[in-house]
């Protein structure tokens, strides 16, 4: 997996460096919301898109970054990954 900032994503590219992968972002000082995850469905059932989703948790992690978790599939990822809890911005008001 590869940061590329200058179009605010990351992607994962296999062997050859076909595009197998990406997820899209927007960076706001130490908050870093993931708006769109991608796999190209020649490699869809690879493990793409989890191999990504803890990919960029782990960046995230290790450059000391809130996570906001726009995108259905990384959010959906987080709710079975509570490891990455602590770094999660969550909403925690309740609709009555």
Do not use: K, N
Request: aromatic residues 8%; proline residues 5%.
């Amino acid at each position: 997996m590869t940061d590329a900032p200058d179009r605010e994503r990351f992607e994962a590219r296999d062997e050859a460096g076909a595009l197998a992968g990406l997820v899209t972002y927007q960076l706001t000082g130490a908050i870093i919301a993931y708006t769109h995850t991608e796999v190209d469905p020649a490699f869809e059932g690879r493990g793409v898109g989890s191999t990504l989703a803890r990919a960029v948790m782990d960046d995230a992690r290790a450059r000391g970054r809130t996570v906001v978790p726009i995108c259905p599939f990384l959010a959906g990822w987080l709710d079975r990954h509570p490891e990455y809890a602590d770094i999660v911005a969550r909403s925690t008001r309740r609709i009555r």
